[in-house]
């Protein structure tokens, strides 16, 4: 399979802290990219990062990519109680236009 | 804009019945997905498609067919329903064809029910 492997598969946090996510990968990237799922609803975009970066940053998120070692990291900042969701990262590969995704972190953040 | 519209939302089939999911986007976006979502497997991709007239399988097409013949719609039909394929099915599309770095529009799902 060429999925991602994303670690770990649930976190729980108190509100304030920070939450990182990590990922991992199989084979050459195009690019990678991070969404996230709130509970019975489709997934949304956060941020994409290609091959060629190093890291992004985007509000409170900042992203990290790797490519000698094949992983991605995902840091929420200062994380609220609305951040609680389901994070999942994608990599589109370098052969075919397709996005494969990750089994996903469950981020719970408690007030 | 509507973004990604999925419909139905709900279904219930039994066994050996087809059905078409539809998916309709009005961003004028080449690039359509189906995924399906299973506990702990994460998305798993069914079809796509670049633009009108043009479609690839995924990962896990047996079972599906769809077709492209408008920008704007994207079906995907289940030929006869098998209890495997119960799952929550996603739509997505994105301006351009995914290796320019476009990100992905989900639509908000059908909840699929295979008895």
Not at chain 2, 17 to 38: F, G, K, P, V
Not at chain 2, 59 to 74: A, I, L, M, W
Request: contains cysteine; aromatic residues 8%; positive net charge.
């Amino acid at each position: 399979s060429q999925q991602g492997e994303e670690d770990p598969q649930a976190l729980s946090i108190q509100e304030g802290e920070n939450a990182t996510m990590n990922c991992s990968y199989k084979t050459s990237i195009n690019n990678l990219q991070w969404y996230r799922q709130n509970s019975g609803r489709g997934l949304v975009h956060l941020i994409l990062i290609r091959s060629n970066e190093r890291e992004k940053h985007s509000g409170r998120l900042r992203v990290t990519l790797d490519t000698s070692k094949k992983s991605s990291s995902l840091l929420i900042t200062a994380s609220r109680a609305a951040d609680t969701a389901s994070y999942f990262c994608a990599t589109v590969y370098n052969q075919g236009g397709k996005l494969i995704f990750g089994q996903g972190t469950e981020l719970s953040v408690k007030p | 804009n509507a973004g990604v519209t999925q419909t139905p939302k709900f279904q219930v089939l039994k066994t050996g019945q087809s059905m078409t999911l539809q998916c309709a986007q009005d961003m004028n976006h080449e690039y359509m997905s189906w995924y399906r979502q299973d506990p702990g497997m994460g998305l798993r991709l069914i079809h796509y498609s670049v633009g009108a007239g043009i479609t690839d399988q995924g990962e896990v097409p047996n079972g599906y067919n769809v077709s492209r013949s408008t920008t704007e719609d994207f079906p995907l039909r289940l030929l006869s329903a098998a209890p495997s394929q119960t799952s929550v099915y996603f739509c997505a599309s994105s301006y351009r064809v995914i290796t320019y770095n476009s990100p992905l529009h989900f639509g908000n799902g059908t909840r699929l029910t295979v008895t």
